[in-house]
C-alpha cells in the first residue's frame, strides 16, 4: 500500500506468513479512504453483500463473488451487509513475481488470462469452484495453526499453488477471455515488457548483463529500463534479480545437482562467483540454503 499501508499490513494477523498473508477482518483491508494497492489483493465472499469502489466504479459483491484487485488499483471505501462474510488473501509482489514465472511455462494463455483478471475484478463463482475454494482455505487455516509443524511455511505456499492452478483452470471455461484478448490492443511498451519477461523465463543462463536483452528486443537499454519502470514500477536489474534467485532457490531446493554444476547450469563464470552471489542475496552458502531447508527453516532461505 502506500500512505495506509501500515493500516492494511499492521493487520494481517493470525495466519501471517513472511509472504503469504490471510485476514477474515474488513479493518484489516479498507481504511475511510481510497488508497492505491500495491499488493494483490484476492476476496472471496462466503455470504452477504457488500459494495466496494475499485477504481472509478462502483462493484457488487456477492456470496460466491471472487475479487481480485492488482498492484496499482484504487480501492475505497466499502458499504456491506449484517450477514457479509469473506476471506481474503494479500499477496505481495515479490511473492507474485515468483508464481508469475512458476505458472508462466506451464500456462499457454497467461497472458490472456492476466488481460481478463485485469478487466473483470469480480469472477463469479459455480456452486463447485466455491466449494473447492472454500475447503482449500480451510485446509490452509488448520495448517497455519500448527505452531510446531516445521513445514508449515512450505505447505501454505503449494496450496497457494494449488489454488492458482485450480482458478487458472476456471479460467479456461469462461468465454470472455478470448474476447478479451480480441478486444484489448495491448500498448507497446506491455508488448516490449512481456517479451522481456518471455525472454526472462525462457532463459536458464539468465544473462545479467542488461544490453544483452535490449539486443535480443531490438531496443536501446535506456528504452528497456524506461519501459520496465514504466509498466513494472521496477528496475530490469530488479527483475533480473528475482528471476535469477528464484531458479536458484528452485535448482537448490529442488534437485540433487552438486553447487558447482547449479552454478554452470545458471551462467556464471564459475562456483566461486556463484558463491558470492548466493551470499549477498541470501544471506547464506548455498550449502547453508540446502542445509536449512533439511532443518525446515525455509524462511531462512528467503522462500
Known amino acids: 500500500m502506500t500512505n495506509d499501508k501500515s493500516n492494511l499490513n499492521a493487520c494481517w494477523n493470525g495466519m501471517a506468513y513472511e509472504e503469504l498473508f490471510v485476514t477474515e477482518s474488513l479493518d484489516a483491508i479498507f481504511t475511510k479512504e481510497k488508497i492505491k494497492l500495491d499488493i494483490v489483493l484476492i476476496m472471496v465472499c462466503r455470504c452477504g453483500r457488500m459494495e466496494i469502489e475499485v477504481n472509478d466504479a462502483r462493484l457488487t459483491f456477492t456470496a460466491g463473488d471472487l475479487l481480485i484487485c492488482t498492484p496499482g488499483m484504487l480501492v475505497g471505501k466499502c458499504l456491506h451487509s449484517h450477514d457479509f462474510e469473506h476471506v481474503a488473501v494479500g499477496l505481495p509482489r515479490k511473492t507474485v513475481n515468483i508464481l508469475q514465472r512458476q505458472f508462466f511455462n506451464a500456462e499457454p494463455k497467461w497472458w490472456d488470462k492476466l488481460d481478463y483478471i485485469s478487466n473483470n475484478s469480480i469472477i463469479h463463482l459455480t456452486h463447485d469452484q466455491h466449494h ?12 497455519s495453526n500448527e505452531t510446531d509443524n516445521r513445514y508449515s511455511q512450505r505447505i501454505a505456499h503449494n496450496l497457494l499453488q494449488i489454488m492458482i492452478y ?30 522481456f519477461i518471455s525472454l526472462l523465463n525462457a532463459n536458464p543462463q539468465k544473462s545479467k548483463n542488461l544490453s544483452w536483452y535490449a539486443e535480443q528486443l531490438c531496443i536501446s537499454t535506456k528504452h528497456l529500463s524506461t519501459v520496465c519502470r514504466k509498466v513494472s514500477g521496477r528496475t530490469c536489474k530488479t527483475l533480473i534479480d528475482e528471476a535469477l534467485k528464484s531458479d536458484i532457490l528452485d535448482m537448490l531446493l529442488h534437485t540433487d545437482l552438486a553447487v558447482k554444476e547449479v552454478s554452470a547450469r545458471l551462467g556464471f563464470v564459475n562456483p566461486s562467483f556463484f558463491g558470492k552471489y548466493v551470499k549477498e542475496h541470501f544471506g547464506c552458502t548455498p550449502g547453508q540454503i540446502r542445509a536449512n531447508e533439511a532443518a525446515g527453516n525455509v524462511s531462512k532461505v528467503g522462500v
Open 132 to 143: 473447492t475454494l472454500a475447503m482449500l482455505y480451510d485446509t490452509f487455516k488448520c495448517i
Open 166 to 195: 485450480e482458478f487458472l483452470a476456471w479460467l479456461d471455461h469462461a468465454s470472455h477471455v478470448e474476447e478479451v484478448t480480441v478486444k484489448t490492443r495491448i500498448s507497446r511498451s506491455d508488448a516490449i515488457f512481456r517479451n
